[in-house]
């Protein structure tokens, strides 16, 4: 399955802000962030426009171009994917953008992630990539996997006794859990209670410049 395998941290200083995608390192001293908040490439001086001492207006191609590389990087989705994910929140009735973020928000890896049992997206789609979690009864590895109202995701007996899902028993989310989604670190267990609206989606992004963006 195709991912983004190259440095993470130049995505948060291409952003030029932090998007939390290693995890507990991105809060502390190590995090690449806090020591060079610069564009990477050359002639990047920290300005904008490429030329050094002078600052460009971005263009609003420009805006909605980084509102979608932003989001589809916070997510971890490659581009194909993410061309998916608009089409079918363009086909559904409602608000376009909101509906785009509730298919990323329904992915398996972001579920565990909100839930506390991983550190980072990435992480989430390591520990279901190896088979760790089961939907339902139902042992699923693909991090897209789409959970439904009512669904139950449920770290497998035999996983239970592994260091990441341990902590996450002993000392309970990171973050606070959106009301969406309801976590039994003791069972190991999430639930589904619903679809989420966009007031308990807190990521940072501005949906309708990507709406924009795939309307050209």
Request: aromatic fraction near 8%.
């Amino acid at each position: 399955m195709a991912r983004y395998t190259q440095a993470v941290c130049r995505l948060c200083r291409r952003e030029g802000q932090k998007l939390y995608l290693k995890g507990t390192r991105c809060y502390g001293p190590k995090c690449a962030w806090e020591k060079r908040q610069v564009p990477p490439g050359h002639g990047s001086g920290g300005t904008q426009g490429g030329k050094k001492g002078r600052q460009v207006k971005p263009s609003d191609y420009a805006l909605q171009l980084r509102a979608k590389q932003k989001c589809r990087r916070v997510y971890g989705v490659l581009e194909t994917q993410f061309r998916r994910y608009i089409g079918d929140a363009q086909r559904e009735r409602g608000v376009t953008g909101e509906a785009l973020l509730q298919h990323l928000e329904r992915r398996l890896d972001n579920v565990v992630y909100r839930s506390g049992f991983a550190p980072s997206r990435s992480a989430a789609r390591q520990v279901v990539r190896h088979r760790h979690f089961a939907v339902n009864g139902r042992v699923v590895d693909i991090p897209s996997f789409a959970v439904r109202a009512g669904d139950v995701v449920e770290v497998r007996e035999s996983s239970r006794a592994k260091k990441p899902f341990a902590e996450a028993k002993a000392t309970g989310p990171g973050g606070q859990v959106p009301g969406w989604l309801e976590a039994d670190w003791g069972q190991f267990r999430i639930t589904v209670k619903g679809v989420p609206t966009r007031d308990q989606i807190d990521t940072d992004v501005n949906e309708a410049l990507i709406v924009e963006y795939y309307a050209r």
